[in-house]
């Protein structure tokens, strides 16, 4: 058997720390490749024929392409990138608000007649008008009109 057997000690250190490199460059390279083509097709200023061209320049000569792109369009790369990360924020932020509010949780009794109290308070309805929209609330009948209109009562 004249098979080469190769031990641990046969790959020198040097040579797996340069191996190591090459490997997290080979997929540094991808990140960027995939950055870029995301970018391309994220841009709302580029037309379809841009677009494609971008993608085939990039595809076809891939070192070139995204060196050419970085440096053509890398500062509008950069404010599209916070642009969507802001955009997100906000969503995310709004999410929480309404969340928090309850949304569309029902208002109970005792909230519609806090928010009655508040609006004869600023004297936005009358006496009467108050006393209306308290018992139809209290009743169970339904919630509270709108803040200045008449609460109305069915069968009366």
């Known amino acids: 058997m004249s098979a080469t057997n190769y031990l641990a000690y046969d790959y020198p250190l040097l040579s797996a720390f ?62 599209r990138e916070i642009a969507q990360a802001r955009a997100q924020q906000e969503a995310f932020d709004s999410y929480v608000r309404e969340t928090a509010k309850g949304g569309t949780a029902p208002t109970s009794s005792v909230d519609e007649l806090a928010r009655l109290s508040e609006i004869r308070a600023r004297g936005d309805i009358t006496e009467d008008e108050f006393r209306r929209a308290k018992e139809l609330v209290l009743s169970g009948a339904g919630t509270a009109q709108r803040p200045g209109s008449t609460p109305t009562t069915s069968g009366h």
Do not use: S
């Open 18 to 79: 340069w191996t190591m490199l090459w490997f997290f460059l080979w997929i540094l390279w991808f990140i960027i490749l995939f950055r870029v083509l995301v970018d391309v097709f994220r841009d709302d200023d580029l037309n379809g024929w841009a677009k494609a061209g971008w993608t085939l320049f990039v595809i076809c000569l891939p070192f070139l392409g995204v060196l050419v792109y970085v440096i053509a369009r890398g500062k509008g790369m950069g404010k």
